[in-house]
């Protein structure tokens, strides 16, 4: 069955992954982490894509990235991808693939979640096997820029990100604030399955615009056992 395309529209973010073959490890010296950083911001730039967060695990990467032209994030990802691969067999002596296949990708509603995906994004290791126990301790991520302030050439600000205060220390705390409430399971769920199944993340507002606009479906059907339930007026707890 071939793929779809992946869902694409200029100027809407989409929080990307890309993980590690058998989920192998990608990144075993701080040196791999800097590479490939250099590599992402370059690649970044040359295809006009906009990073607003991301964060890299030892095997697995998320980026939110809102694209500027309409094969942005793909060109981004091969551009990134072939450069980190051809680093990292020469560095480790091996050869092969490194990634699990293609990216997964999935587009977020800015209104609705966009700071959440950012939150998303930047608690990974908290949540990790506390490889942190909060995110201003781990180095490779956005936390430290859109939090602390400390300066990060990927990283560009969202205008959802901009909105939380006048300046950027304002912006900066207003974030902080984000951080201090746990996030509901429900909305890690969420994220996960729009992601993992490349689905359409937002309000079914948002849902039904790119729906039309795109002229495909954006989240799975409802399960026929479900729906014959309802129309039967079978309630489920």
């Not at 309000?203 to 989240?219: G, P, Y």
Request: charged fraction near 25%.
């Amino acid at each position: 069955m071939a793929r779809l395309p992946r869902f694409v529209l200029l100027g809407h973010p989409q929080h990307v992954i890309q993980r590690g073959n058998n989920r192998q490890e990608c990144f075993c010296d701080t040196s791999d982490y800097r590479f490939y950083l250099d590599k992402l911001h370059a690649a970044s730039v040359k295809h006009a894509c906009e990073i607003h967060a991301y964060v890299l695990m030892t095997n697995h990467v998320h980026l939110l990235v809102t694209p500027r032209r309409e094969d942005a994030i793909g060109k981004m990802m091969q551009t990134l991808g072939r450069y980190y691969v051809q680093y990292y067999n020469y560095c480790y002596k091996r050869t092969g693939t490194l990634w699990e296949g293609r990216y997964k990708a999935t587009l977020i509603d800015s209104e609705t979640y966009l700071l959440t995906c950012m939150r998303y994004i930047e608690l990974n290791p908290v949540r990790a096997n506390h490889m942190a126990e909060h995110p201003a301790q781990y180095p490779w991520s956005s936390y430290r820029h859109n939090a602390l302030g400390r300066e990060d050439r990927l990283v560009t600000p969202h205008l959802e990100y901009q909105r939380l205060g006048k300046t950027w220390e304002e912006q900066q705390i207003a974030y902080r604030q984000l951080f201090r409430a746990k996030m509901a399971e429900r909305t890690l769920d969420e994220i996960r399955q729009a992601t993992n199944k490349a689905w359409v993340l937002g309000n079914d507002h948002f849902k039904r615009r790119i729906e039309a606009q795109l002229r495909r479906r954006v989240e799975p059907k409802a399960r026929g056992g479900d729906r014959k339930s309802a129309e039967r007026g079978i309630n489920r707890v």
